[in-house]
């Protein structure tokens, strides 16, 4: 099997992974309608950072399964930061939520848009740093969206809101895009963010 094979299959899985996790998450806090322990803070944030990831492997065009997982991702993110604001303990109103999310949606198209056209041509002629500050970025928001739960474990003293399948496949979501990674023939940023996961 080639690298580009290996890395394109390793990356579909990773994918996957990182598709379905939230998942479990979000079938646990639609069946308890309550999302107490499952903060809100860290969906927002893990949106977010979809963002800057699109726009660095859209610039760097990386493989399509790259180029399409931070939009699932971010699909799938934003199902439970809905959730985690409509149900209790936030309990926003149906119209707060639409407006945040619609909000988003648009600054994210504008963004997208905007510097995925105005990035690719610089990153062809080798002037990768634009593209290096979006995988910061987005390394950074992802890595923030992991420090809420800690409190939220330490306000409950322990697990509550949380299913445990869903941390199963984050671990194997660390490992399909770690080794997919691994058969890039250049390593950038991205490569912390792995070490970050």
Not at 92 to 106: D, G, H, N, Q, R
Not at 107 to 127: K, N, Q
Not at 148 to 161: D, I, S, T
């Amino acid at each position: 099997m080639s690298s580009d094979s290996a890395a394109t299959v390793l990356a579909t899985v990773a994918t996957v992974c990182w598709c379905v996790q939230l998942i479990p998450q979000i079938y646990y806090n639609w069946r308890r309608k309550d999302c107490t322990g499952f903060p809100p803070i860290m969906m927002f944030l893990w949106v977010l950072s979809s963002i800057p990831f699109s726009i660095y492997f859209c610039i760097t065009r990386g493989n399509i399964v790259l180029q399409i997982q931070p939009h699932l991702f971010m699909f799938f993110s934003f199902i439970g930061f809905i959730q985690s604001c409509y149900y209790p303990p936030i309990s926003l109103s149906k119209k707060e939520i639409f407006l945040i999310v619609t909000s988003v949606i648009i600054f994210d198209i504008g963004i997208e848009v905007g510097f995925i056209l105005g990035l690719r041509p610089l990153h062809a002629r080798d002037i990768t740093w634009p593209s290096l500050i979006f995988g910061i970025i987005a390394i950074i928001l992802l890595a923030a969206g992991l420090l809420p739960p800690y409190f939220e474990l330490a306000k409950r003293q322990g697990q509550v809101g949380w299913n445990n399948f869903w941390f199963l496949l984050s671990i194997l979501l660390v490992l399909g895009s770690r080794l997919s990674v691994s058969y890039w023939e250049t390593w950038t940023s991205l490569e912390l963010y792995f070490t970050v996961l």
